[in-house]
């Protein structure tokens, strides 16, 4: 059974920096792509950031913010934030495919429980 796991959000205030951690587990998975959206109240789920082993993609509203990585050994992918505005509050998901990269979520297979981020104005 694969899993994806993550964590670093948190309460911080406008103009501050956040780094979530999304790890994937389970039989011998290691995505080839894996990507963070996230959904604020009231509003339907947007994509952020995804990564492949070729490249990276970001939604428009966290270009030169926001930065996707990923570390292959340990199959765990971040999403550093920094400058983060009221506008970002909202639960971020970590999700992981095996094909190339997307912004599609309805492409990706594995998705994690999501982790809260909340910034402060």
């Known amino acids: 059974q694969v899993q994806l796991v993550e964590s670093g959000g948190g309460l911080v205030q406008a103009g501050g920096s956040l780094r979530l951690s999304c790890a994937a587990s389970g039989r011998t998975f290691s995505p080839r792509s894996m990507g963070w959206f996230r959904q604020a109240p009231g509003k339907e789920r947007e994509f952020v950031a995804a990564?492949?082993?070729?490249?990276?993609s970001y939604a428009d509203s966290v270009k030169g913010r926001f930065t996707i990585s990923r570390n292959n050994a340990k199959n765990t992918v971040y999403l550093q934030m920094v400058s983060l505005i009221a506008e970002d509050t909202s639960l971020y998901y970590c999700?992981?495919?095996?094909?190339?990269?997307?912004?599609?979520?309805?492409?990706?297979?594995?998705w994690g429980q999501g982790t809260q981020v909340t910034v402060s104005s």
């Open positions: 990564i492949s082993w070729s490249g990276s």
């Open positions: 999700a992981a495919r095996d094909g190339a990269i997307s912004q599609e979520q309805r492409q990706y297979d594995y």
